[in-house]
């Protein structure tokens, strides 16, 4: 299941890196903890109001723990980019939630910085030692780079492009704060691609401010995990100014709660180095 689609041009497959699954996704779901039935319930009643989802998960403790790479998973991956490390600055993983994610990702890195819109998010970072943006990188990268804080060699787009309002946005942020190449961005996102934005700016509806894919035509049938990944490879990161170096696909797993198992999605992984965008300037981000 986590090899490369056999549809696939030999273009993406011939950069298709297998990592998974590895042993530590066995162990993560044998031994994640689930939240008591009283944490359910208040995480329930909350998320139910205008709140932050990731502020709820904060106060209540992290309800729901994830996974998605191991360090050596990310070693591999950069290996077969041919990408040194340990990485000289990196901002990672923007969204980068209780931190799990981004502790696979820290000893590969000589300076980190996270990024995080969540208050509640962004203080349990710190407390892990962590620099914190508390920001959304969307609306501020432009203004960063002017104050000198660009220039990034690595930026980590980890499972959040379904989970902002403005994902074309965010990824021309990330090409903004990235130096001049070779700089990278690590990108994960699970399909297929189902866009969950809760916040004021969609009057919480969910759907986010701008289309990231090619919605189905009506009763068309959902686009496969294969078709949905091929539009990221071959349209969406080009025009953001990236190229596809190596490929993998990996569970993404949630723990789960009181009433519910953990879940599983099918997400995928990308390492792609900057380029020149042919539709403007890095900076209009």
Not at 118 to 133: C, D, T
């Amino acid at each position: 299941m986590y090899g490369a689609p056999p549809e696939w041009p030999r273009r993406l497959a011939s950069r298709f890196v297998p990592l998974g699954p590895d042993p530590a996704a066995e162990a993560f779901l044998r031994s994640v903890p689930r939240a008591s039935v009283a944490r359910t319930l208040a995480h329930h009643a909350l998320c139910g109001l205008p709140l932050d989802d990731f502020d709820v998960n904060a106060w209540l403790g992290i309800v729901y723990p994830l996974h998605l790479l191991t360090n050596a998973q990310l070693r591999a991956l950069f290996a077969a980019a041919a990408l040194p490390t340990p990485l000289s600055r990196a901002l990672d993983d923007v969204g980068a939630g209780e931190g799990s994610v981004t502790a696979e990702l820290r000893p590969l890195c000589a300076r980190l910085v996270a990024a995080e819109t969540s208050r509640g998010m962004a203080a349990r970072l710190r407390r892990a030692g962590l620099e914190v943006w508390e920001e959304d990188l969307a609306e501020s990268a432009a203004a960063r780079v002017r104050a000198g804080h660009g220039g990034f060699s690595l930026v980590a787009l980890l499972n959040v492009l379904d989970r902002c309002s403005r994902p074309r946005g965010l990824l021309s942020a990330a090409h903004c704060l990235l130096g001049p190449s070779p700089s990278w961005l690590l990108l994960a996102t699970p399909l297929p691609f189902r866009p969950a934005y809760f916040g004021p700016d969609t009057r919480w509806s969910g759907r986010p401010v701008e289309p990231f894919l090619e919605a189905p035509a009506p009763g068309a049938p959902e686009a496969s995990w294969a078709s949905e990944a091929e539009q990221i490879l071959d349209g969406a990161l080009p025009r953001a100014g990236f190229e596809p170096r190596a490929i993998s696909r990996v569970p993404y797993l949630c723990g789960g709660d009181a009433f519910a198992p953990a879940s599983e999605l099918d997400a995928l992984v990308v390492l792609a180095e900057r380029a020149i965008r042919s539709g403007g300037n890095a900076e209009d981000a």
